[in-house]
T-cell receptor
């Protein structure tokens, strides 16, 4: 079946530190992979996505590369800001594209 | 464009009661999905509606039912509420056969069951 496992938090970093949030997946076939971000009191917002192996998704300084050989999609950012404080969810969509499978989320707090 | 809207924002019910949550999809979107997000967990897929019919369903009991209207808006109904139904319920809208990146989530309805 389909599932996503991501690094548990919470994660606390100082401003301008390097961020990595690990994500691995199990899936049948070749799913699309996503990172969503949830700010306090808000819904999920798409941060980035990759639809096939070796694709790199990027947005707002965040990057993640679809690694088929390690079934991973780790999120990275070179220099975090206080405004990046949020909960980050790794997700995959099944082959139909109709259903998302989410990880449990990683809470990030960036302190000045 | 208002994006995906949901109502109400918060709701408090007691065990055994029934609840209806509402969702209006983003303009131009014809497909609506519902997710349950328990505290500290990732969202879990409940079901998806397209052309007023349930197209796909996750691992949720029949107490969870839905409806889609001709204007593409949708309702989620939960009967015989349990304490464990307390969660944030998210609505997501997309165009049919979207590849995921064109899925938009609403802010959610926070349901508390006492």
């Amino acid at each position: 079946g389909n599932s996503v496992t991501q690094m548990e938090g919470p994660v606390t970093l100082s401003e301008e530190a390097f961020l990595t949030i690990n994500c691995t997946y199990t899936a049948t076939g070749y799913p699309s992979l996503f990172w969503y971000v949830q700010y306090p009191g808000e819904g999920l917002q798409l941060l980035l996505k990759a639809t096939k192996a070796d694709d790199k998704g990027s947005n707002k300084g965040f990057e993640a590369t679809y690694r088929k050989e390690t079934t991973s999609f780790h999120l990275e950012k070179g220099s975090v800001q206080v405004s990046d404080s949020a909960v980050y969810f790794c997700a995959l969509s099944d082959l139909s594209g109709n259903q998302f499978y989410f990880g449990t989320g990683t809470s990030l707090t960036v302190i000045p | 464009d208002a994006g995906v809207t949901q109502s109400p924002t918060h709701l408090i019910k007691t065990r055994g009661q029934q609840v209806t949550l509402r969702c209006s999809p983003k303009s131009g979107h014809d497909t609506v999905s519902w997710y349950q997000q328990a505290l500290g967990q990732g969202p879990q897929f409940i079901f998806q509606y397209y052309e007023e019919e349930e197209r796909q369903r996750g691992n949720f009991p029949d107490r969870f039912s839905g409806h889609q209207f001709p204007n593409y808006s949708s309702e989620l109904n939960v009967n015989a509420l349990l304490l464990g139904d307390s969660a944030l319920y998210l609505c997501a809208s997309s165009e049919v056969m979207a590849s995921g990146g064109r899925t938009f989530f609403g802010p959610g309805t926070r349901l508390t069951v006492l």
